[in-house]
């Protein structure tokens, strides 16, 4: 490698680093950057379908695009639409629930004292309400950073989607042309499958957690069991977690049913219904629509969602996963060039 080449290549290494490095210390510039390019990302190939081919073309493009919108936001609007009932319920049976608790808890320490002689300390209902009440507290001081963090999100992510959709094409251009000749072939080649991969995997998830939210939702209606469409949304939306999502989405409905006084609610019918619907999307939907786009070990998911809380709570944990599958064929390439030289 010459001299000039050499020196090219340290210097695109030393600004990527720096991008990596400002990512992370600014947090609050790079996640409306990141789910900006996620949306863009997930339109282009729209975009592309109803502004090229025939007027019939694209009228057929739009009323698929739009079926599948409507589909994909019918659980949202329908959690909407019911959620002021059913938080009403719900707020109106928590000190009912937190008293059925408490009986039960009391129940299971004089079962252990009477069997074993231990007199349990343990107070587990007061602990989480006590929790509960502090986060609550603890939410209500910081609405005013939230409202700014939204305010800043409504007007940065509308400014980087038209970024991307005005200037990308030039200034894709001219990072190429920053990327040395040795690496330049790999690199366009790697920037270009994330690009498909990426776009194609939170699509993917998207569509899945629709799936599953609503057949979760359905299936909750059909047997009569309560707050089935915030359940639903809640079972959709965890669902984009890969492996712990499903357990977060169940605990709800799990609790719901152990505290319900109702006869008609069936402990039973619920676990049948998210162990169906779970049983559908790991069997169907899961193999045709993810797992051919991302291919990684269970546990380096599970780690990997973990760093992404840390790094980016939520979003980091459902953008994570196609960072990793990057890095991942990343290292086999290099690795590969290594093996080739030596």
Same mark, same amino acid.
């Given at each position: 490698?010459?001299?000039? /080449?050499?020196?090219?290549?340290?210097?695109?290494?030393?600004?990527?680093?720096?991008?990596?490095?400002?990512?992370?210390?600014?947090?609050?510039?790079?996640?409306?950057?990141?789910?900006?390019?996620?949306?863009?990302?997930?339109?282009?190939?729209?975009?592309?379908?109803?502004?090229?081919?025939?007027?019939? @073309?694209?009228?057929?493009?739009?009323?698929?695009?739009?079926?599948?919108?409507?589909?994909?936001?019918?659980?949202?609007?329908?959690?909407?639409?019911?959620?002021?009932?059913?938080?009403?319920?719900?707020?109106? @049976?928590?000190?009912?629930? /937190?008293?059925?608790? @408490?009986?039960?808890?009391?129940?299971?320490?004089?079962?252990?004292?009477?069997?074993?002689?231990?007199?349990?300390?343990?107070?587990? %209902?007061?602990?989480?309400?006590?929790?509960?009440?502090?986060?609550?507290?603890?939410?209500?001081?910081?609405?005013?950073?939230?409202?700014?963090?939204?305010?800043?999100?409504?007007?940065?992510?509308?400014?980087?989607?038209?970024?991307?959709?005005?200037?990308?094409?030039?200034?894709? /251009?001219?990072?190429?042309?920053?990327?040395?000749?040795?690496?330049?072939?790999?690199?366009?080649?790697?920037?270009? /499958?994330?690009?498909?991969?990426?776009?194609?995997?939170?699509?993917?998830?998207?569509?899945?957690?629709?799936?599953?939210?609503?057949?979760?939702?359905?299936?909750?209606?059909?047997?009569?069991?309560?707050?089935?469409?915030?359940?639903?949304?809640?079972?959709?939306?965890?669902?984009?977690?890969?492996?712990?999502?499903?357990?977060?989405?169940?605990?709800?409905?799990?609790?719901?049913?152990?505290?319900?006084?109702?006869?008609?609610?069936?402990?039973?019918?619920?676990?049948?219904?998210?162990?169906?619907?779970?049983?559908?999307?790991?069997?169907?939907?899961?193999?045709?629509?993810?797992?051919?786009?991302?291919?990684?070990?269970?546990?380096? %998911?599970?780690?990997?969602?973990?760093?992404?809380?840390?790094?980016?709570?939520?979003?980091?944990?459902?953008?994570?996963?196609?960072?990793?599958?990057?890095?991942?064929?990343?290292?086999?390439?290099?690795?590969?060039?290594?093996?080739? @030289?030596?």
């Amino acid at each position: 490698m010459k001299r000039n /080449q050499k020196i090219k290549l340290y210097l695109f290494l030393a600004m990527f680093a720096g991008a990596v490095i400002f990512a992370i210390l600014f947090p609050r510039l790079t996640l409306p950057f990141g789910f900006a390019y996620i949306l863009y990302l997930m339109t282009k190939p729209f975009t592309v379908k109803l502004t090229t081919g025939s007027k019939k @073309q694209r009228f057929i493009y739009f009323c698929i695009m739009l079926v599948g919108v409507s589909f994909m936001f019918f659980p949202l609007f329908a959690t909407l639409y019911n959620m002021d009932t059913d938080f009403g319920k719900l707020s109106a @049976q928590l000190p009912e629930a /937190q008293k059925i608790l @408490q009986d039960k808890v009391f129940g299971l320490k004089v079962k252990v004292f009477d069997r074993f002689g231990v007199k349990l300390k343990l107070d587990p %209902v007061n602990f989480v309400m006590a929790k509960i009440e502090s986060h609550g507290t603890n939410f209500l001081n910081h609405i005013p950073d939230y409202l700014s963090a939204m305010f800043e999100w409504m007007l940065l992510v509308p400014l980087f989607l038209w970024f991307f959709f005005m200037e990308s094409r030039g200034f894709s /251009q001219r990072l190429l042309e920053a990327i040395p000749n040795p690496i330049f072939e790999k690199s366009y080649v790697l920037f270009s /499958q994330f690009n498909t991969k990426f776009g194609e995997y939170i699509i993917a998830k998207f569509i899945e957690a629709t799936i599953l939210g609503t057949l979760v939702t359905l299936g909750l209606l059909i047997v009569g069991f309560p707050y089935p469409f915030i359940l639903g949304f809640v079972a959709g939306v965890t669902n984009i977690l890969p492996y712990i999502g499903p357990v977060i989405g169940f605990i709800p409905a799990f609790f719901i049913a152990l505290l319900s006084k109702d006869p008609n609610v069936s402990m039973l019918s619920m676990v049948i219904i998210f162990t169906l619907a779970n049983l559908i999307d790991m069997i169907l939907v899961f193999p045709l629509l993810v797992s051919k786009i991302v291919n990684l070990h269970p546990i380096v %998911v599970v780690v990997s969602i973990i760093i992404g809380s840390q790094l980016g709570g939520i979003v980091g944990m459902i953008v994570i996963i196609p960072f990793i599958a990057f890095f991942k064929l990343l290292f086999k390439e290099i690795y590969k060039d290594l093996s080739v @030289q030596l």
